[in-house]
Every structure is written in structure tokens, then in C-alpha cells.
């Protein structure tokens, strides 16, 4: 729950910061740091290799195995490596940017050019000095059971890089008269302002806990003699699935990226591609996944555990934990993608802008349901590493990669921004379902208890439609939410509300909750001892 809330409340930010960032830089500043963004996101993946979870998977294997020792020889080794990876993924990066640039875009006169692109895509390439080292030490303290320092330095860090990107981009808009692309170049080069943030949270952290750690070395009576050749081979062998987990979503929007302004130009829809794409891969995109960060923070904080039990044959444990992760996600991601897509005008016209409200509104609410794709992508990976079956999650990532490269163009020729986001479903729905089936497979799984769960969540969910329709078509007659902002704003937050408790109210009463968390439903348990 600590490293969930963590990385929902980091989304979370990430998703109020573009309310007043597009007010700054609009849709085509947003849709310069999407074409800049995403390539950073890809080599950040890269550079890391999947080493930090790796090394959280290889020391919790350890640690129950009684060895300490082992994981701080892995802590330093990695370290080592990530240092030299890190700068040898900024300079290709930082050499490239003109031609990922001229990759994305093809033809003259649009909104934005490859040498926009090139100059944001260099000012964020700094960031991969520092991330990728700092990412490890995160991995480590996971590895030991400890969330805190991951949590509290990925929440710090987005404060200050947002802080960071705001001030700056509005400074140079508006006192210095700069350029949309100088703003949005600055804004990218934040990362690197907010990670060395985080850098100082992760350092302080060190220096509190190295003595526990140091302790438990010293007590040790299992050690491990690896040379530090063998330390690595296992380390990679953990860390290639992780590597393309960590890149599914990234890769998604690339390939959405390098196709997207050529088919929409192709199918005669070139007028409003920044407009389309802005939506799916940022502003609506930071939104719809929001839910997802439930799921990326089970699998951060499952994969421990299940390494654990799997460790040691104890089929009950590992068995729990799937089918908890499971029916947590659903509970919650379920619900909230619902909610997104009836609210998807109201939502968008909101936060961002009315204009385009029709084609906007449109492409959020057909994306809102790929946020449950994209969390069970993120946590059914989770459970195959921990069942040391990650070898095959590349296979079914890959698979799906497969199918948005071959039809992804001929989607978007077809049906515009709502193809591209066909396109993404068709292939995590491939992963996912490949997924499931090993999982069950390896881990002689039952999603019987889960099926069942989940098509009660699914009438909870209807209900919980229903309710919010009701109230819009009532409000309608004298709230002119689509067509005045304040009123847009008041009918999101009725909805938002009215529907949230009604399936929350629902899900409480029919003991769902309390089945899925097993009596310890976070925070109603300390409201019942209170009254």
C-alpha cells in the first residue's frame, strides 16, 4: 500500500501539473514533449536493463536464504555498472536527437519540426547520468522489504521536477518572451533537477539504515562464494524480462509516435494529428493510467514476497498473493477506467479545455479501458519474475509488440486516433491473456475465486454507470457543463463523487472489500476502533 500510494500520488501529481503546463505551452507544446518524452522513457529502460528489479529480486531470494552478504556485493557491482550505463545512454541519446527527430515527423509546415524535437530530446537526455544509479539503490532497499526510501524519494522527486517545470517554462514564457520549444526544453531538462533530488532522499536514507544492514551481515552463518562473473550472470538472467516490462508502454507509444503524423497525413486527418496524438499519449494518457498505479505498485512490492514463498515451495503463500494482487487490481481499476470513460468530456474539458471536446472527449473514454490492459500487463510480468518464469513474459510482450507494429498504420488510415488506440489494446490484451495462461500453468493457479469476484466488481461497476448517467442527464436541463468550464468542473466532481461512493458503498456492504484485503481494508479498520 506504501509503494501503491507512492506511485499514485507521483501519477497523480504528474496529471495536475498539465492542467497548468498546457495553459503555458498548449496542445502543440504538449504534443513536442510527448515526441521527446517517450524516447527518453525507451532509453531510460535501457540503460537501466532491468538491473534495479533484478537486484530487488536477487537480494530477497537471498535474504532468505540467510545470505546479506551476498546482496551488498550485487548492491555494489550494480551500481558500478549502472554508473557506466547511464553515461554511455546519454551520449548515444544526446547524438541521436536529430535523427529520432526527423523519424517522427515527415513533411514541412506542421506545428512542430524534427529540430524541435532534437533540441527537447538533448535537454532531457541529462537525466540518464543520474536515474539509472539512483534506481538501484531503490532496488535495493525493495529487496530488503523496505518500500519507505522508494516511496518517499519517487514522491520528492516529482514535486521537484514539477516545481522545476512549471517556474521555469512560465519564466521563460512570459518574462523572457522565449519560445514554446525553449520552454518545453527546459521543462524536459527538469528530470534531471527532480532526480537529483531524490538522490539526497536515497542518500540519507543510506546512512540511517547501513548499520541494520552491516548487522545482519555480521550475524550471517549462510554465504554464497559467486565470483562476481557469476553474480552477474544471474543478475541478467532476472533482469531481461524486466528490461521490456518496463518498456511495454514506451514501446506502445513509439510505435504510435513513428506512425501516427504519416497515416493521419495518408488518411487525409493531418489538420488535427497533434491534437489526437497530445491526448493519447499525454494528456489523456496521464490520466487514464492513474489507475494503473496500483498495479505498478503491487508488482514493486509483490515481487519480494512471491519470491519468498516461491523460494521455498510454499505453494499457499505465493497462491495468496496472486490471487490478491488479482482482485485488487480489478476492484479498483475497474471502477475508476469505467468511471474515466462516462466522465471522459467533463474529465478532459475540466482540466484541459473545452475546444475539440468532441474528439478529445472521444479518445479518453475509448482509452480509459486499456488502463486495466496496461495494470495487468505491469503485475502478471510481476508474478511470472517472481515465479521465475520471466523469460516468458518477453515472449508475450513480444507478441504483442508484434501486432501493433504490423496493423498499428493501417488502425490509425482506418479510424484516425481511435485506430492507434485499438491498436494498443489488441496487443497488451495478447500479453496479458499469454500471461495468465503461464501463470496458471506454472503455478498450478485457479482463477476461479477471481472470475467470480470480478463479475460481481463488473454489476458493481454497471450500478455505479448507471448512477452517474442518471445524474448527467438530469443535471443537463439546468447545468451547462458542455459548454461552460465552471459547469464542466461542477458536473465532474458530482459525478466523480455520487459514483465513487455509490460503488464503494456497494463494494463495502457486500463484504467484497473485506474479502479481497481479508479483513484489513486500509483505513475503515482504524474508523471502526475509533467509534
Known amino acids: 500500500m506504501l509503494l501503491s500510494g507512492a506511485s499514485f500520488l507521483s501519477k497523480f501529481l504528474g496529471m495536475i501539473f498539465v492542467i497548468p503546463f498546457f495553459a503555458i505551452v498548449g496542445t502543440t507544446g504538449n504534443a513536442l514533449f510527448v515526441y521527446a518524452y517517450t524516447p527518453y522513457s525507451i532509453f531510460i529502460s535501457l540503460s537501466t536493463v532491468g538491473i534495479p528489479a533484478a537486484v530487488s529480486k536477487f537480494v530477497s531470494k537471498y535474504n532468505a536464504l540467510g545470505d546479506y552478504q551476498i546482496g551488498m556485493r550485487m548492491f555494489r557491482a550494480g551500481s558500478a555498472l549502472m554508473l557506466v550505463t547511464g553515461v554511455v545512454a546519454f551520449l548515444v541519446m544526446f547524438l541521436s536527437a536529430d535523427w529520432i527527430g526527423a523519424q517522427q515527423i515527415k513533411g514541412e509546415g506542421g506545428p512542430i519540426t524534427p529540430d524541435d524535437i532534437a533540441f527537447v530530446i538533448r535537454m532531457v537526455s541529462f537525466a540518464l547520468i543520474v536515474i539509472p544509479a539512483m534506481s538501484i539503490v531503490r532496488g535495493f532497499f525493495q529487496g530488503n522489504q523496505s518500500m519507505g526510501p522508494t516511496a518517499i524519494s519517487q514522491t520528492i522527486e516529482q514535486i521537484v521536477r514539477i516545481i522545476a517545470i512549471l517556474l521555469g517554462s512560465y519564466i521563460i514564457v512570459n518574462y523572457f518572451n522565449g519560445s514554446i520549444t525553449l520552454a518545453v526544453g527546459f521543462a524536459a531538462f527538469a528530470a534531471l533537477i527532480g532526480a537529483l533530488a531524490a538522490c539526497l532522499v536515497l542518500f540519507w536514507y543510506w546512512r540511517k539504515r547501513k548499520p541494520f544492514i552491516d548487522k545482519k551481515i555480521a550475524n550471517q552463518k549462510t554465504t554464497h562464494d559467486f565470483r562476481t562473473v557469476d553474480l552477474f550472470k544471474e543478475l541478467f538472467r532476472y533482469a531481461g524480462p524486466f528490461v521490456l516490462v518496463g518498456l511495454a508502454i514506451p514501446l506502445y507509444q513509439l510505435v504510435d509516435q513513428f506512425t501516427f503524423q504519416p497515416a493521419m497525413v495518408a488518411s487525409g486527418r493531418g489538420a488535427t494529428y497533434d491534437t ?72 478532459f474539458g475540466s482540466l484541459f479545455t473545452l475546444e475539440d471536446i468532441e474528439i478529445t472527449g472521444k479518445l479518453m473514454a475509448l482509452y480509459a479501458p486499456v488502463a486495466l490492459l496496461f495494470g495487468l500487463i505491469t503485475v502478471t510480468a510481476g508474478m511470472l519474475q517472481g515465479l521465475d518464469q520471466q523469460n516468458y513474459a518477453v515472449i508475450s510482450l513480444l507478441a504483442g509488440l508484434l501486432v501493433k507494429v504490423l496493423f498499428n498504420s493501417q488502425f490509425i488510415h482506418m479510424f484516425g486516433g481511435q485506430g492507434a488506440i485499438l491498436g494498443t489494446a489488441i496487443a497488451a490484451g495478447i500479453a496479458v491473456l499469454l500471461n495468465l495462461i503461464r501463470i496458471k500453468r506454472s503455478a498450478d493457479f485457479s482463477y476461479k475465486q477471481t472470475v467470480k469476484r470480478t463479475i460481481l466488481i463488473l454489476i458493481f461497476t454497471g450500478m455505479m454507470c448507471f448512477v452517474i448517467a442518471v445524474l448527467k442527464f438530469g443535471f443537463s436541463f439546468f447545468l451547462p457543463y458542455q459548454e461552460e468550464r465552471w459547469a464542466t468542473t461542477m458536473m465532474l466532481f458530482i459525478g466523480i463523487s455520487a459514483g465513487g461512493l455509490f460503488y464503494l458503498f456497494l463494494a463495502y456492504k457486500s463484504t467484497l472489500l473485506e474479502h479481497i484485503f481479508q479483513g484489513n481494508i486500509p483505513g475503515l479498520n482504524r474508523l471502526k476502533r475509533k467509534k
Open 276 to 347: 489526437e496524438l497530445a491526448v493519447i499519449n499525454n494528456l489523456g494518457h496521464k490520466i487514464v493510467i492513474i489507475p494503473m498505479t496500483i498495479a505498478t505498485g503491487l508488482s514493486m512490492a509483490m515481487l519480494p514476497s512471491l519470491t519468498n514463498a516461491f523460494t521455498q515451495n510454499d505453494q499457499t503463500t505465493y497462491t495468496k498473493l496472486i490471487n490478491q494482487a488479482l482482485q485488487v487490481i480489478m476492484v479498483f481499476v475497474i471502477p475508476a477506467a469505467a468511471g474515466i470513460a462516462i466522465l471522459s468530456d467533463e474529465i
